[in-house]
Every structure is written in C-alpha cells, then in structure tokens.
C-alpha cells in the first residue's frame, strides 16, 4: 500500500507540473498575442496598398468583445482620418513607396470633412509625382472623392459609379403612435429645432425643411467643387441631372457610362488593375497570385512611421514642449464610454490627469452631435480648468459640433472649424411618452391618491397634469436660456443676438464663420499652430500629444486571433448591390428611434437635423441621432 501510495503522489506531481506548464505556456503565449506588432522591417519598396475595408472615422470606436466572440468575425473596420493622413504624407517623403494602389472595393464611405482630409492627403501626394491608381467594383459619393484624385480610376467591367448627392428621408411616427395608443409629450425650444417632429408630425415643418434644404444644398456645392478641381474631366451634372440619357448612350453598361461621365479612365479587372500597378511599382518577388505586385500594406505602414502626429504631416520638433489633444467624438454621455463615444467621465478624466503635465496648450477636437447637459457640461468644466490656469485652449470642430457639441465649444478660445463642418443645433428639445390611451383600449386603468399636483409625476401610465407639462416645459425652456447665455459670453454676443442664430438652427462651417459662431477656417493643425503662437512657442519646437484611453488588451487579442480585415477576401458588389447595403440599416435605425422615445430620462439639446456625412443614407431620424446634441438634466 505504501508503494501504491507514492506511486499515486508520483502521478498527481506530474499532473500538477504538467498543468502548471500548459498555464504557462497559454500565457505566454496570450502576451505574444497581445504584444503582437506589424514589424518595421516588413517595409518594401513598391506600392503603399492602401485597401480600405471599412470606413473613416474621427475616433474608431472599441469593439465588443461579446460581439466579437459570437459572431467569431470582427466588426467592420474603421480607420482614423488622422492616421491615414499621416500614412500618406509620409508615404510621399519616403523613396521606397513609387506609389499608392488606392482598392475601394469594400470601402463604405465617411463624414464629408474627414473624407476630405484625406482626399487632400493624397492630393499632396500626386505632386510628388508618384503616381496614384484606383480601383473599386461600385463608386459612389465617397468612394468618389477619394479617386478624384487617382492618376488612373479603374472599374470593374461588372461595376460602374453613381453619384447621389447628400439627401434622404426621414420617418415620422406621430400617426403610428397615435393609433397605438402611444401620447409623445414634446416640450421644445427653438423655431428650427427638429428633434420631436417624427414623434408629433407626419412631414417635415417648412421651417425644418428650409433649414435641411440650404445646409445640405451648401454640402452638395463643396463636394461638387472638390471633385471637379480634384478631376476636371468629371462631368458632375451628366452624371446626376442627365443620368438616364448617358445610360441610354451607352447601352445600359454601368462600367462604359462612369468612363463616358468622366469618373473613371479603365475598365478592368482587379487583375488587371494589379498588373498595372506591377508596372508602375515593380513586381512582387514573394507574390506569385494574379494581379500581386511589389507593396507594403498599411498596417505595416503604420508601425513603420507611428501611429501619432499632427495632420498634414508636419515634422514634429524635438522640444518637451507638447500641447494636448483631446478628442470628443460620438454622442456625449455621462459614463466612461469610448473610445469612439464621447464618455464625459473618461474625457473628464483624461483632461484632469494631463492638467498638471507642464502642458504648453489644448485643443479640444470635437466631432460629436452633443449628448446629455450633465456630461457636456462636465467636460467643457473640465476644459474651463486648462483656462483658468492660463494655459491656450483652442477647438478644432471635424465633420460635426452640434447642440452638446456646440456646448463644449464655448469653451475655446478660438474656434476652428471647415466649411462643410455641422455646427450650430443650439436648441432643447425633451421628448416623453405616456400610454393612457392604449392601457385603457385593454381595459387597465389606474387610479391616484396625490398629495400636491406632482404626487407621481410624471405618470406615463396614467398621463401628466398640467402643472407636470408647465414644469417640464419650464425646465427646457430654463436649459435653453443658458446655453443660449453660454454662447453670448463665450462668442462676444448681445443675449438678443445669441438668441437669433440659435433657435436649434443647424449651420454649415461657412455660415457659423460669417456669423460669428466660428473663428476660422482650417483642421488640426491650424488649430494646433495657434495655440502654439499664443504660448510663445517657436516653430518646430512643439509636438502635438494626444490624450487617449489605453486601448483593450482583450480587443487586442481577439483581433489578433481572428486576423486583419485585409487579409480577409472582397466581395464583388456592384452599384445596386451597394445600394441595398447602404439601405440595410433603416429598419434598426427605426428601432432606434423608439428605444430613444422609451429611454430617454431628460431634457434634450437634440441635433436630430444634422447629417453625417456628405451623402446621407435614406433613414429614419436616427441619421439625425447620430448627430445630435442630447442634453439631459437628471
């Protein structure tokens, strides 16, 4: 028995060590994967592939592991104006890139300013005489505005190129409600501010839509204008006003109409695309598949040239001086969302731990349609304490700074915006439904014992009493005054003016400027540039530091395991099929809009007239949430 014994303690040790060494080498092999990097040295002369499977963004929003895991795919990839502009800036400084191979055929499109960022980037990049080629199966508006700048535009002989112009509809739900039974109380401040209209209307008020009707006529210019400097053979209005007699020319061929539009030079295969792109870059030695050629992909692009830096690609200098980035994007809310949602608590947080960093400057980058009062405020308070220091604070607004947004920005010294910027929605909308009417259709009714007006209040099972509904739109009214009183002080403003340009009117960048409610044209960088004069710094003594949360090591991971999106094959989707793609999205976005009905606790500073982008989809007033401003006084 003794025997026996040791031989089973013999066992059980060499289990446990044989556990024990199995955990380990699942760690370590767990840091490999989390430490895993594109390597520098996989740099080769050739093209730049930059083979855009997703959209661009300001701010790329962190994944969900949960989402992650169960659909065993990553989500659809997002990639930062700001770090493509600096791929392609240094990409036309470095002798090893002979050109970029531009491959849009799963791109999906951005926000019209950071669109045109970009296409700037590789604008500056054709002067350098290295050439640009590009290709996609189905062009439209954005993929559009980058290949405007392409040497060559390729489509596939399947494709072809459509250009729709920013517009799109908008769902109204007053008459669905009504008829279950659903009482949306609207408590609203501001002429032009639309954000209960879909809840209380069945079309569009004439003041809505003249406000839709001229910013959006302005967008449609700006891109019109970029496209046809950026490519002066383009025929804009054959291709949009004459559309069905240029497809009759052509004998319906999608691909032979974009060709005769001026939108593309070739018709050709991806193969064929790649061949070209091999005379032009070189050959690709380790590549022997259809169509490969000598390239570096942008990942390892990345790594090789660091992933921050100012836009536009300005030499950083080698001081210790550093002026803080911050950066505001998504719908603002109270916790610590983000990145890619602007969580005030996390940008709060991320401004107060630099506070005492011997920082030169800040400039608050905000592309956000607003959100809750509470977490506007609390960052623009946490902004206020760089001020109150002394310390320049400059805002540079992206592709939007609406309501909430707007609120923020009163914070700036100088404001900075871009002429197609969305901007302005000061207005405050509060939006709360009650279900008397369809409770008592089922025979549920409810009864009070009250001891003031407001016992219970307010009541969304038995309805609001009238002192209710005079204190709720009391209290949207009392939130409108300040931010109104708010942008009077900040911009210099009699209250009268102030109360003038708000009235939850949306503007473009252009406007605002002419109005008063912006400083001055320009990006990132101008922004930055002065913020760095008003601290005395010299040029070139200075570098940008941009305040960010540290990114998921699990996300980290779980992209890893699952692969990069470039490796992943393209679909071939053709001009329709693009269509159907960008429509896919209305039936959630009018869930949304419910969800946003049911759950929303407050008063709101609600851009719901703003657009996204340049081109908007046809959707339901969820575009417009994307871009609103929701203030929210728990």
């Known amino acids: 028995m003794s025997f026996a014994g040791k031989v089973w303690r013999l066992l059980v040790g060499i289990k446990d060590g044989l556990a024990l060494l199995f955990l ?46 169960v659909s065993g795919t990553l989500p659809t990839r997002q990639y930062e104006a700001r770090q493509l502009v600096r791929a392609i800036d240094e990409a036309a400084r470095d002798d090893r890139i002979k050109a970029i191979a531009l491959d849009l055929t799963t791109f999906t499109g951005g926000p019209h300013v950071s669109m045109k960022e970009v296409a700037e980037a590789l604008g500056r990049f054709r002067t350098t005489d290295k050439p640009i080629l590009s290709y996609a199966v189905a062009y439209t508006d954005d993929a559009l505005m980058l290949a405007a700048h392409a040497d060559e535009i390729w489509v596939d002989p399947m494709g072809g190129a459509a250009i729709r112009g920013p517009g799109g509809s908008i769902m109204f739900y007053a008459e669905a409600l009504e008829r279950y039974g659903i009482n949306a109380h609207v408590y609203q401040i501001g002429t032009y501010k639309g954000t209960g209209e879909p809840y209380t209307n069945t079309q569009m008020s004439p003041e809505l839509r003249e406000n839709l009707e001229t910013y959006v006529g302005q967008i449609w210019e700006e891109y019109r204008a970029h496209v046809v400097q950026a490519r002066s053979q383009a025929d804009i209005d054959a291709a949009t006003t004459d559309l069905l007699a240029l497809l009759d020319e052509n004998g319906g061929d999608m691909a032979q109409t974009a ?9 050709g295969t991806k193969d064929e695309w790649g061949r070209r792109v091999a005379d032009l870059a070189g050959e690709s030695t380790w590549d022997k598949a259809p169509g490969a050629f000598a390239h570096t992909e942008l990942d390892i692009w990345m790594a090789h040239v660091g992933r921050e830096g100012a836009s536009g690609g300005r030499t950083l200098g080698s001081s210790d001086s550093r002026i803080a980035v911050v950066t505001v994007a998504g719908e603002i809310s109270d916790g610590n969302a983000g990145p890619g949602s602007a969580g005030a608590a996390r940008i709060a947080g991320l401004l107060d731990d630099a506070l005492d960093d011997d920082l030169a400057g800040l400039v608050v980058r905000i592309d956000s349609p607003g959100g809750t009062v509470t977490g506007s405020e609390a960052i623009r308070r946490a902004v206020m304490r760089y001020r109150d220091k002394g310390i320049p604070v400059a805002v540079s607004m992206g592709n939007l700074a609406a309501s909430g947004g707007y609120w923020i920005a009163t914070a700036g010294q100088r404001i900075f915006a871009e002429p197609e910027t ?62 109104v009183g708010m942008v009077a002080d900040a911009r210099g403003l009699t209250t009268e003016r ?52 540290p990114q998921d090591p699990f996300d980290q991971m779980l992209a890893s395991l699952l692969g990069n999106a470039e490796q992943q094959p393209q679909a071939l989707v053709n001009v329709s099929g693009r269509f159907v793609m960008d429509e896919q999205a209305v039936a959630a976005r009018a869930l949304q809009d419910f969800d946003r009905l049911l759950s929303t606790p407050g008063a709101q500073a609600l851009c719901l007239t703003c657009m996204p982008q340049a081109v908007p989809r046809s959707t339901g007033p969820a575009w417009w949430s994307v871009l609103t401003s929701r203030i929210i006084a728990n």
């Open 259 to 267: 060709i005769a539009a001026g939108l593309a030079d070739t018709i």
């Open 498 to 549: 102030a109360n003038e340009l708000a009235q939850g009117r949306v503007w473009t960048g252009g406007s605002a400027r002419q109005l008063g409610l912006v400083d001055q044209f320009g990006g990132l960088d101008a922004a930055l540039e002065w913020v760095a004069s008003e601290a005395g710094l010299e040029e070139n003594s200075w570098e940008p530091r941009f305040l960010s949360s």
């Open 24 to 69: 380990l080498l699942f760690f370590v092999g767990l840091f490999s994967l989390l430490s895993a990097r594109p390597s520098p040295g996989q740099v080769r002369e050739g093209a730049l592939l930059l083979q855009l499977d997703g959209s661009i963004v300001e701010e790329a929003s962190a994944s969900d592991p949960l989402e992650i895991l």
């Open 422 to 483: 969305i901007t302005g929605s000061i207005g405050v909308v509060l939006v709360v439904p009650s279900f008397e009417d369809i409770l008592s259709d089922f025979g549920i009714y409810s009864d009070s014992i009250r001891t003031t007006p407001l016992s219970g209040q307010p009541d969304i099972l038995a309805g609001f009493t009238p002192e209710t509904d005079a204190l709720l739109q009391a209290e949207t009214a009392a939130i409108y005054d300040r931010f």
